[in-house]
């Protein structure tokens, strides 16, 4: 059953940053600016949380707590703008606040509360009073350290492709990221943080018609045919299809965007091999921009790339290491497509001291778990005690 969360505070700030997430973690809410409104919505719409401004105007903020828990057994998270141990203790002791907290504090923080309180998370998180709740980078320092500078070419032996794809995620700069050598080669054109063309990407090189099928889009007894009428015609299979006026452009993408992503899914296994980036090229010759975000393609292939070996197999060594959720990836959940029930592993992270121990809570089937993990592994959502060496040559 979904969570009911009614956010009571005038200040749309906090409105514009939470709601998002609220909605992200499947819960539903509503917003009042004054307290007067809120008593026909407490009956109407039976909230399991109120999250509420301690300097809303137009009410008593003490009375409406306390008739709030009298009337629905809501629990009641307090936030107020400047610090006071009075405060704290009469919301506590005499008003009926389960939570009291003093902004600003990191967005994420908050919202791991929130999800603390409905009861989608075991363990209370420690909050502090750092960062700014309007802010959802949270930290500018960290995620400028998170920009760890590569070289421009380089051996994959030396730098994972999760780095590589972790830094041109922070820096979003325009170029192409050529992967390996010969066959296996991949040519990723990028600009502005959006994916334009993966090259030798197109027909049966990738399965764009098999995905449709599985989609359900194509039939895959005319399959056959269509690919040897985009062959013959010189087409790419997508521009026929829309030539034919079989598919849309948002079909066509979510198909292009997976098979972009199940391109380079093994890429992050790979071992050895070369990477160069080409910087500042000028707009490349294509058809059309593609519109696929980078972060979305790239944490889609790090799930799909658990399909290649067994998680405790691939990470035995990793299991019972001490882990830490990183704070400064670019990595921003709010731009993933996930489930909420996905999004809420992802936030638990933050609680869990190892892999085993992740891997044991879970709420999740263990194959979804396991690709949620490894992609968390390879773009560092979380981090072991492992010490790396920075390059010093020309950097992206």
């Known amino acids: 059953m979904s969570r009911r969360i009614i956010l009571v505070t005038p200040n749309q700030r906090e409105v514009d940053q939470l709601v998002p997430a609220l909605e992200e973690l499947g819960y539903q809410w509503k917003h009042l600016r004054w307290i007067v409104e809120a008593s026909d919505l407490l009956e109407s719409f039976s909230p399991d949380l109120i999250v509420v401004n301690a300097i809303t105007p137009r009410g008593n903020v003490a009375d409406f707590c306390q008739e709030t828990r009298d009337r629905t057994g809501a629990k009641i998270l307090l936030l107020s703008p400047f610090e006071s141990t009075l405060l704290a203790f009469k ?132 399959l056959p045919e269509l690919v040897a009428e985009a062959t013959e015609q010189k087409l790419r299979l997508g521009d026929l299809l829309r030539l034919h006026q079989m598919i849309g452009t948002h079909i066509l993408f979510e198909a292009l965007d997976l098979q972009i992503a199940e391109k380079l899914a093994d890429v992050f296994n790979w071992e050895k091999g070369r990477y160069e980036f080409h910087r500042n090229i000028k707009k490349p010759q294509i058809y059309e921009p593609r519109d696929i975000l980078l972060v979305k393609t790239v944490f889609l292939a790090a799930r799909l790339s658990s399909r290649n070996f067994p998680f405790e197999e691939k990470f035995a060594a990793m299991l019972d290491l001490p882990i830490r959720y990183n704070d400064a990836s670019p990595i921003r959940l709010n731009a993933l497509d996930l489930e909420p029930e996905e999004k809420r592993f992802l936030y638990r992270l933050e609680r869990m001291k190892t892999l085993r121990q992740a891997l044991t809570e879970s709420r999740l089937p263990a194959e979804a778990t396991e690709a949620l993990l490894t992609a968390a592994i390879h773009l560092h959502l979380i981090l072991f005690p492992i010490e790396t060496k920075n390059a010093k040559r020309a950097v992206i």
Do not use: C
Not at 107 to 127: E, S
Not at 158 to 184: C, M, N, V, W
């Open 91 to 222: 919301a506590r002791n005499r008003w009926a606040v389960d939570e009291v907290v003093t902004l600003p504090v990191p967005f994420k923080k908050l919202v791991t509360l929130i999800a603390y309180m409905v009861g989608d998370l075991d363990a209370k998180p420690n909050l502090s009073s750092k960062g700014d709740l309007a802010v959802v980078e949270e930290h500018p320092a960290e995620i400028q350290a998170a920009g760890n500078k590569l070289p421009l070419s380089g051996d994959l032996a030396e730098i994972q492709p999760g780095r590589i794809f972790r830094t041109l995620i922070h820096k979003q700069p325009s170029g192409i990221l050529i992967l390996g050598d010969g066959p296996a080669k991949r040519e990723l054109i990028l600009q502005d943080g959006r994916i334009l063309e993966l090259r030798t990407a197109y027909l049966e090189q990738l399965g764009l018609g098999d995905i449709l099928v599985r989609q359900k889009v194509l039939d895959a007894e005319t």
